[in-house]
C-alpha cells in the first residue's frame, strides 16, 4: 500500500474504466460479427427469392422455358453489386441455376 490512500483510490478506478472499454470492444467486435453473418444470411435468401422467381416466371403451360430463366438470372446478376456481402448472392445465383439447368426432366432415362 502506497502512502496515499487517494492514489490507490485512483488507481483502482483507472483499472475499473481500463476493463470496461475492453468489455465494450469485445461487446462492439461481437456485435460487428453479427452484423456481418445477418448481412450474409440476407443476401443469401434474396439470391434464393430470385432464384425461385426465375424458375416460377420460366414454367410455361407446356414445360420450363431455359431461356428465359437463363435470361432473368442474368439480369438479376447484372443489377448485384461485385464488392461486399450482397456479392455473395452471385454465387449463391451460380450456384443455384447450375443445378436447375442440370436436372434431368422427369421421365428421361439417366445414362
Known amino acids: 500500500m502506497t502512502k496515499k490512500p487517494v492514489n490507490d483510490i485512483e488507481t483502482k478506478y483507472i483499472r ?10 469485445l461487446i462492439k467486435a461481437q456485435l460487428d460479427a453479427a452484423e456481418r453473418e445477418r448481412d450474409r444470411y440476407k443476401a443469401r435468401f434474396d439470391a434464393m427469392a ?4 426465375a424458375v416460377i416466371g420460366s414454367l410455361r403451360p407446356f414445360g420450363f422455358s431455359r431461356n428465359r430463366f437463363v435470361t432473368t438470372i442474368r439480369r438479376a446478376a447484372q443489377a448485384i453489386p461485385d464488392h461486399g456481402p450482397e456479392a455473395l448472392q452471385h454465387t449463391v445465383l451460380f450456384e443455384g441455376s447450375t443445378r436447375i439447368l442440370k436436372a434431368q ?6 445414362p
Not at 430470385?50 to 422467381?53: F, G
Not at 426432366?105 to 439417366?110: D, E, H, L
Open 105 to 110: 426432366p422427369p421421365g428421361s432415362v439417366r
Open 50 to 53: 430470385t432464384l425461385v422467381d
Open 16 to 25: 475499473q474504466i481500463q476493463h470496461q472499454q475492453t468489455e465494450v470492444a
